[in-house]
C-alpha cells in the first residue's frame, strides 16, 4: 500500500491514436397402379405421357406439387440432433461451445489464476472466431515466468491473437481484461478495438464492453500496463514491479472499480497483485 502512495499511476497525456401474375391451376393427375407393384410404390402418369412422376406424398415443394417434400430423418447426410439454422452456416456454433475450454501450458505446480470453469464463464462474450478455439495457451504467468514486465511482453509479443489477462488481488479478487488485439508495447500510443473488454468476478461475473466515448483501450509501456482511460484515470493499471496497481470507473468501459475496496484515492482505488496468467486465444 505505501509503495502505490509513494508511486502513484502517471497522469493521461494526449497521446496519438492510431406486379404479379397468377399461375393457371395444374390439371389433375389420376394415379394409375402398375402391375405386380404396390399402390404405394405405383409410379403416376402426366399429361401427354410426359413420363414418371412422383408419389403424391413424395412431392417436391413447387407451386405445381400438392405436397411439400418432407426429407426422411434416416436420409444419407442428415443429422437431426445437429442444429441447423438458415443464415449461411452449417450448423450453430452454440454446440461447439458447450464442449468448453481447456487451459493448457500452465505446470501442476504453477499457482492459478483463471481456472476452466471462469473461463468458460468469459469465453462466450469473446468476439465469434475467438470462441471457436478449444484450447487456451498459458503465454504468461506471474509465478510461472517470473516477476518480470520485460518478460510479459517478451513472451506475448509473437502470439498471433487475442489474450485474456487475468489478475488477482491480494484479497483474492479476480479480474482482468479481453484484448483482440493480444498485449504489446505500445510505446506512447493507445491500441485496441471495440471488442475489447474488462471483467470482473464478485459475486458472478461482471463484463464491462467498449462504450465507444473513447478509443483508450490499451497503452502498454516499459513501466505500466494499463487498459481503459480518460478523465484521469484508468480501468485497470498495473506498474512495472507488477505488485502495484489500481482500478477506476473510467469512460471507455464505464465500469466500476475491478479489484476488491481498499484505499481510494481521488477515485483510483489501489491493490496488490499477488497472480497474473496472460492467455493466448487463438483459432489457428
Known amino acids: ?53 412422383l408419389d403424391a406424398g413424395i412431392t417436391h415443394g413447387s407451386p405445381f406439387a400438392a405436397h411439400t417434400f418432407v426429407p426422411p430423418s434416416g436420409a444419407p447426410g442428415f443429422a437431426g440432433d445437429r442444429a441447423w439454422n438458415t443464415r449461411g452456416f452449417e450448423f450453430d456454433a452454440r454446440g ?31 468476439p465469434a472466431l475467438a470462441r471457436l478455439p478449444k484450447t487456451w495457451s498459458l503465454l504468461y504467468s506471474l509465478d510461472q515466468h517470473g516477476i518480470s514486465l520485460q518478460t510479459l511482453y517478451s513472451r506475448c509479443e509473437n502470439h498471433l491473437g487475442g489474450a485474456l489477462v487475468a489478475i488477482k488481488d491480494s484479497s483474492g479478487a479476480v479480474f482482468g481484461v479481453w484484448m483482440g488485439e493480444g498485449i504489446r508495447m505500445s510505446r506512447g500510443s493507445y491500441y485496441g478495438s471495440g471488442e475489447s473488454f474488462l471483467f470482473k468476478f464478485s459475486d458472478k461475473l461482471h463484463v464491462f464492453k467498449w462504450t465507444g466515448k473513447n478509443d483508450y483501450v ?18 485497470l493499471y498495473l506498474d512495472d514491479t507488477l505488485f502495484d496497481g489500481s482500478s477506476a470507473r473510467c469512460p471507455t468501459f464505464g465500469n466500476e472499480p475491478l479489484c476488491a ?10 491493490f496488490e497483485c499477488v497472480g497474473l496468467e496472460v492467455w493466448g486465444v487463438s483459432s489457428s
Open 218 to 235: 490499451a497503452l502498454c509501456e516499459p513501466e505500466y500496463i494499463s487498459f481503459g482511460g480518460g478523465d484521469g484515470h484508468y480501468g
Open 1 to 53: 500500500m505505501s509503495s502505490f502512495l509513494a508511486r502513484s499511476p502517471p497522469s493521461q497525456a494526449p497521446t496519438h491514436h492510431p406486379s404479379t401474375t397468377s399461375l393457371p391451376h395444374p390439371a389433375a393427375r389420376s394415379p394409375s397402379p402398375a402391375i405386380g407393384i404396390p399402390p404405394h410404390h405405383a409410379a403416376t402418369i402426366g399429361p401427354a405421357g410426359l413420363g414418371l412422376g
Open 261 to 270: 475496496p481498499g484505499p481510494n484515492k481521488s477515485g483510483n482505488v489501489s
Open 96 to 126: 461447439v461451445e458447450k464442449r468448453g475450454v481447456k487451459l493448457v501450458g500452465r505446470k501442476e505446480a504453477t499457482e492459478a489464476v483463471l481456472s476452466e470453469a471462469a473461463a468458460n464463464e468469459i469465453r462466450p462474450y469473446l
